[in-house]
């Protein structure tokens, strides 16, 4: 019934997010207030139909229902309750049911807080964002149903595929749908903005909180998958520039730029056409990355769909709407007057820089991610573009906006003073210098690696000259320093703590590439090992069972100047359902640095091959985004922002009838 | 929800981990692969994690546990030991398994734009961003009648103090 129940209530999603997509649009195009009127009530029921599936899944897989097909293959009644709740969303059917989900509940808020938004701008968003959930529920309904029977029903289910038994899957899809589909809003915004042919100030505005939003749930998505592919594969690596991997860079460094963008628009009214078109190129990658992944047309470990009908299902979406917008742009953008003239050098000029870098950064990996298919497609020919590729060309674009960054909020708006600039940031650089020598005279290491390290440092210097500048530090007594820097607005917390965050995380991804120290030992029990200031004894190996899987699981005591400091238990597990063994990797926290242990099969009396990894700092690659997370809510949280658009959010919790 | 595991079920999974034990699902790198010479050993190492392993996806074979991987960490280290330099295992090994093998294309004729679109996007937006700057700025306007002689005028009062 459950299955049935909630199979229906996704086919009534479909109808009301056609209604949705519809009336909004005709009734923005009428000027007729009624029709217009249609979309939030709709939008807030599609919501809630699409909730009501998602939770019917959700339902059939905490009660182990094996005659549904979706949940036979990818559930097991042993397993935890925590990963029957998260394998509704780690395949393919299931998460694109969360996708939409995340979209509805993303047109919902549009709805219910977007009040103060002029009324065709509004209509037109959501009717924009009906389209999509249209175009997603058709596919799902038609190519990708997850409440599908199976006759007869199995007694026992396939079980999910192990890797992604972990808290992982539980965090990482949500945070990055979130990310990709809150694009969807900017999307809609730039279309609504192209349709009306008028874009200003307010509409920036508008839009910013959106895209921030979306942007903070990107960039701690992008970093929870990170660690999880750390800890999870065991070989300790934190980036592999997997296709799949790179369809998530794609939008984080298009939305990058259009948060920088937008600022422009909202302060100066300049940039309007470049960055209506980066908010449609950010969604489009959204979509793109989403089709990479979901067509299996890049077989990767993240691809769980190889059938050839869903590929083609999307691709159409996919020349829907990005063809659509695209063409709309080229149609309307022209109508959209420029704005405020500049200097080169300028805050402008600076935001420029970073949209020209971050787009070059972005073409490099589109283009990387693609290459090989259309070059084997246009001439039969294979090659490879991996990690060593994207490292020598996206590496330096990265380091180059880096190194420049820490300028950019020195400078005025409209006419800015480079040597001024310079002159306030030379502390920094030479705090940066001599980061540099004291490392390379103790740690040594390669020239990239020493102009990495100089970027990094003088980046988070960067960011705290920036702080320092904006409370005039050294120039105002102690007690006006306090209240200038409560004074300050959030928004310019949230810049510096985005600064420093990215800083923060090229230091890590510097210590981690470089300082990191390997042993690869075969050890029998009783050998030590030492690694850093580290010694670890390998005391022998046991076996080990949990609800779905049994282990093997080896000790080692590490002690540091004598005193044991902790016991390692890297194991080899086997998922039992599927026969597929896992890796399961030791990790212990030393301050920033942390120590990984892995281990091979055991041989024969107890013998085993480990692998053992000092990465120094390593925790900075993901406190780094975590630290730029915070800069974004924070600048979400700025009084500016609030007065833009969600303003009326708090009153509306507050007295919801009304 | 903890349940354990029992009867068949335990029997299977004793089965499937001796299995898995006996392919050996290895970690990557083996110690008794490594060779004695730790600059040899370094640069053989280095190589690797630049070679596809070409059953597996977007793996290095330093990093892959497919046998096939494990077999070309034993070539090239053999190709190492033998004296071959960095460029000639690369030749013999693209000569054996083309180019898919080398996980940084080489810069060539069908390479060129994949290689070259970070220095076009730059250079054609660095174009584009200084012919826009460039068209917005407004040429000043020449003095009106009126403006020329206040000008003049101020200049006079500025020359008599």
């Not at chain 1, 209604?19 to 009530?41: H, I, R």
């Not at chain 1, 509805?104 to 807080?113: E, G, K, N, P, R």
């Not at chain 1, 959010?649 to 009304?658: G, I």
Request: charged share 15%.
């Amino acid at each position: 019934m459950i299955a049935e129940l909630s199979h229906y209530a996704l086919v009534l999603a479909l109808a009301l997010a056609i209604m949705q997509a519809v009336l909004p649009l005709w009734g923005a195009a009428k000027n007729d207030a009624t029709l217009m009127g249609v979309a939030e009530p709709v939008a807030i029921a599609n919501f809630a139909f699409v909730a009501l599936a998602f939770a019917g899944l959700t339902a059939l897989y905490i009660g182990s229902d094996f005659s549904v097909t979706n949940v036979f293959e990818n559930s097991h009644s042993a397993k935890p309750l925590i990963y029957k709740i998260t394998g509704v969303w780690g395949n393919h059917e299931g998460s694109m049911l969360l996708w939409v989900l995340v979209l509805a509940l993303f047109s919902a808020f549009v709805a219910a807080f977007g009040g103060n938004l002029p009324a065709r701008l509004r209509a037109n968003a959501l009717g924009v964002q009906g389209l999509i959930a249209t175009a997603f529920l058709l596919f799902i309904l038609t190519t990708s149903n997850p409440f599908l029977r199976l006759e007869p029903a199995p007694a026992e289910g396939r079980d999910l595929n192990p890797i992604l038994q972990d808290l992982g899957l539980a965090i990482h899809p949500p945070l990055l749908y979130l990310g990709y589909v809150g694009f969807s809003i900017s999307f809609a915004f730039a279309v609504a903005a192209l349709l009306e042919g008028k874009i200003d100030a307010a509409w920036a505005r508008w839009v910013r909180p959106w895209t921030l939003a979306a942007w903070v749930f990107l960039t701690l998505g992008i970093a929870m998958g990170s660690y999880w592919a750390y800890y999870e594969l065991g070989w300790g690596g934190f980036w592999f520039w997997d296709p799949v991997e790179n369809a998530s860079v794609l939008p984080w460094l298009t939305g990058t730029a259009l948060l920088h963008s937008a600022l422009v628009v909202e302060k100066r009214d300049a940039l309007k056409i470049w960055t209506v078109l980066l908010a449609i190129l950010a969604f489009s990658l959204s979509l793109l990355g989403t089709f990479l992944v979901r067509s299996g047309v890049l077989t990767s470990v993240h691809a769980f769909a190889t059938d050839p009908t869903r590929g083609v299902f999307i691709l159409a979406i996919l020349a829907f709407f990005i063809g659509g917008s695209l063409a709309l742009f080229a149609w309307r953008a022209p109508e959209l007057k420029p704005g405020g003239i500049f200097a080169p050098v300028s805050r402008e000029g600076a935001l420029i820089l970073n949209n020209l870098l971050l787009t070059a950064a972005a073409a490099t990996v589109l283009t990387g991610t693609l290459y090989p298919l259309a070059l084997e497609a246009l001439t039969g020919e294979k090659i490879s573009v991996g990690a060593p590729f994207f490292n020598r060309t996206v590496g330096p674009l990265m380091l180059l906006l880096l190194v420049l960054m820490p300028a950019g909020p020195l400078l005025a708006w409209k006419r800015g003073d480079a040597l001024g600039a310079a002159q306030r940031l030379v502390l920094a650089g030479g705090i940066a210098l001599a980061a540099v020598i004291l490392l390379y005279i103790t740690a040594g290491g390669s020239l990239m690696a020493a102009i990495s390290l100089f970027v990094a440092v003088f980046a988070i210097a960067g960011a705290i000259t920036e702080f320092a500048e904006r409370i005039q530090l050294f120039r105002v007594s102690a007690g006006e320093l306090f209240s200038r820097a409560i004074g300050l607005p959030r928004a310019a917390y949230g810049s510096i703590f985005a600064h420093a965050g990215i800083g923060l995380a090229l230091l890590g991804i510097v210590a981690e590439s470089n300082w990191s120290t390997e042993r690869i030992v075969a050890l029998k029990p009783g050998d030590q090992v030492s690694i850093a200031s580290f010694n670890l004894g390998y005391t022998g190996i046991g076996r080990r069972e949990g609800p779905n899987w049994i282990e093997d699981v080896g000790r080692f005591e590490v002690r540091r100047g004598g005193t044991l400091v902790a016991v390692a238990e890297p194991a080899k597990r086997v998922y039992v359902a599927r026969g597929m063994p896992t890796t399961e990797a030791s990790i212990h926290t030393f301050g920033l640095g942390q120590l990984y242990v892995t281990i091979n099969d055991p041989e024969q009396g107890g013998g085993v091959s480990a692998r053992i990894y000092w990465k120094p700092l390593v925790l900075l690659i993901w406190l780094g985004p975590v630290l730029m997370a915070v800069g974004g809510v924070l600048s979400l949280s700025d009084r500016r922002l609030r007065i833009g658009a969600p303003r009326r959010a708090a009153r509306a919790a507050v007295a919801p009838a009304e | 929800m903890r349940r354990p595991l029992h009867g068949i079920a335990l029997h299977v999974a004793a089965l499937a981990f001796a299995f898995a034990t006996a392919l050996g699902a290895a970690l990557a790198l083996e110690p008794g692969e490594m060779l004695k010479d730790s600059a040899l050993e370094a640069r053989a190492r280095a190589l690797t994690k630049t070679l596809r392993c070409m059953v597996c996806q977007n793996e290095s074979i330093d990093d892959s546990n497919a046998p096939l991987a494990r077999d070309l960490r034993v070539l090239v280290r053999e190709r190492v030991a033998a004296g071959d330099s960095d460029a000639q295992v690369r030749e013999f090994l693209v000569a054996r398994y083309g180019e898919f093998i080398l996980l940084e294309p080489r810069f060539g004729a069908r390479t060129l734009l994949l290689w070259g679109v970070p220095v076009l996007v730059i250079v054609l937006g660095g174009l584009g961003v200084a012919l826009a700057i460039r068209a917005k700025r407004p040429a000043p306007a020449p003095l009106s009648e009126e403006e020329q002689r206040r000008l003049a005028a101020i200049l006079n009062e500025n020359k008599k103090l």
